[in-house]
């Protein structure tokens, strides 16, 4: 005998600032300033509305054992790419929660959609519309991390109007008081408009909401997509030319499951899909804006050295910490997450003082650090950007229990130092720089990539 069909409704309407889901008898909002949303097209409402719930639902089927979502809103019009996005992430996903291939690619592959119907919500008013800011314009998903302040830095260098907006990621619980405050603070110091958008569907990344798989990674993968939409009204309030990322080189990296299917660790950030996130927001806002990436041909490393190098009144702000645990007193980090031992190993790397920008420990000399990369722990980033900056402190003779470890664990199976040396030291290829500014960008990689040259050992 078949069993019942597993059927979830997912309803969503528009608000007087947003939008509203209700899953599961719980209303979920993202809500926007009011004047912002003011100034969004209803054309662009009704299509943010169909797309971000489709966005921040469609996996939902994968977590909580669901053979069918039903939803009040029309078929959205980026349903294919986003089924594309999750599809690729999803692979990601199994290896991380440590579930067999093909899990839950099969799931999310068997998962059944039911629209409402009623036309899909195109992006056309009643004539073309054409942007007229005074000066280049750049919105910026702002998360006060490495990418997001270097891009705010180079805007002002390259003179792009930034504008900042944080979007808000609940299932990270303990960043969001930390930088609402900071936002104020940066906003006056810098004269930057900033702005903080409240993002309640967040709560479906790690399960939060319904903790029936917490931690899961179901779900990450879309992420950045989801913020290039979630912050059109800005791009239409302010007419903005650009939509920035911080996506750099090492997003592209990939590798392969045990089955042999390949695993794509930050497939949203790659520069594929960067090229995908771009076409869909040119079709929306009518070839006025482009989504493009800052930082594409640096890495980690050259990106931490450029933000504290060049830019270190605005690098004291940091905060790339996964605010999963309690901030340490008087910190933006929490000491104890993989981001808090990268952030601070890298900066020992590239000369660059930790206690500067909020560290309180030395982390190259806690226990039960870096298991992530000595052990058996799953975690987004490079392990060769790792092998390169413990190499690196090898070199310098820095003293820390890890450096012994890399070198009896790690080094032998590695290459000469000059490999990693010229590697991370180099411009990588770049396909997704803003095109106006492209050269001056370059410009600026190349003298900073030449400073972190004389800062490494020989």
């Not at 903080?196 to 709560?203: A, D, I, Q, T």
């Not at 903005?240 to 392969?256: D, M, T, V, W």
Request: aromatic share 16%.
């Amino acid at each position: 005998m078949d069993r019942k069909e597993k059927i979830l409704p997912v309803k969503s309407t528009l608000t007087g600032n947003g939008i509203r889901l209700t899953v599961r008898n719980r209303q979920f909002a993202i809500s926007y300033p009011s004047a912002i949303w003011k100034k969004t097209p209803p054309e662009i409402r009704q299509l943010l509305l169909e797309n971000l719930t489709f966005g921040n639902t469609h996996y939902l089927g994968v977590i909580h054992g669901y053979d069918r979502i039903q939803y009040n809103t029309p078929l959205p019009l980026f349903e294919s790419l986003l089924f594309r996005n999750q599809a690729v992430s999803i692979v990601k996903a199994e290896k991380y929660d440590k579930v067999p291939p093909l899990t839950y690619l099969r799931a999310f592959f068997n998962l059944q959609y039911d629209f409402v119907s009623r036309p899909t919500a195109l992006p056309f008013g009643t004539k073309r519309r054409e942007f007229h800011a005074l000066k280049p314009t750049a919105v910026i998903p702002f998360t006060f991390g490495k990418e997001s302040l270097a891009t705010f830095a180079l805007c002002r260098e390259l003179g792009i109007k930034p504008v900042l907006v944080y979007s808000q990621e609940p299932s990270s619980p303990y960043e969001e008081a930390y930088k609402k405050k900071q936002l104020v603070r940066f906003s006056k110091e810098f004269g930057v408009d900033a702005y903080f958008v409240k993002n309640e569907p967040g709560l479906f990344r790690y399960d939060a909401a319904f903790k029936e798989k917490p931690g899961t990674e179901v779900g990450w993968g879309s992420q950045t997509t989801l913020l290039s939409w979630q912050v059109l009204p800005f791009v239409f309030a302010y007419q903005a030319q650009y939509i920035l990322f911080g996506s750099e080189h090492l997003n592209n990296e990939y590798g392969f499951n045990e089955a042999g299917w390949r695993v794509q660790y930050s497939y949203d950030q790659s520069t594929f899909f960067t090229q995908e996130q771009d076409a869909a927001i040119r079709v929306v806002t009518e070839g006025n804006c482009r989504v493009r990436t800052s930082l594409e041909p640096l890495d980690e490393t050259s990106i931490l050295f450029l933000l504290h190098h060049r830019y270190h009144e605005i690098g004291k702000y940091q905060f790339s910490c996964t605010g999963e645990q309690p901030l340490y007193a008087g910190s933006q980090w929490c000491h104890r997450c993989y981001k808090c031992w990268r952030m601070f190993l890298i900066a020992c790397v590239v000369g660059v003082d930790p206690y500067s920008f909020g560290f309180k420990k030395d982390l190259l000399n806690e226990p039960g650090v870096f298991t992530n990369y000595f052990g058996s722990d799953i975690k987004s980033g490079s392990n060769d950007e790792l092998d390169f900056c413990f190499y690196a402190l090898l070199k310098k003779k820095w003293p820390s229990r890890y450096v012994q470890l890399f070198q009896k664990t790690r080094l032998p199976h590695l290459k000469p130092w000059g490999v990693y040396r010229r590697a991370f030291t180099s411009l990588q290829s770049h396909y997704n720089l803003p095109p106006d500014f492209q050269n001056r960008l370059v410009a600026i990689f190349k003298a900073e990539l030449r400073a972190l040259d004389k800062v490494l050992p020989a």
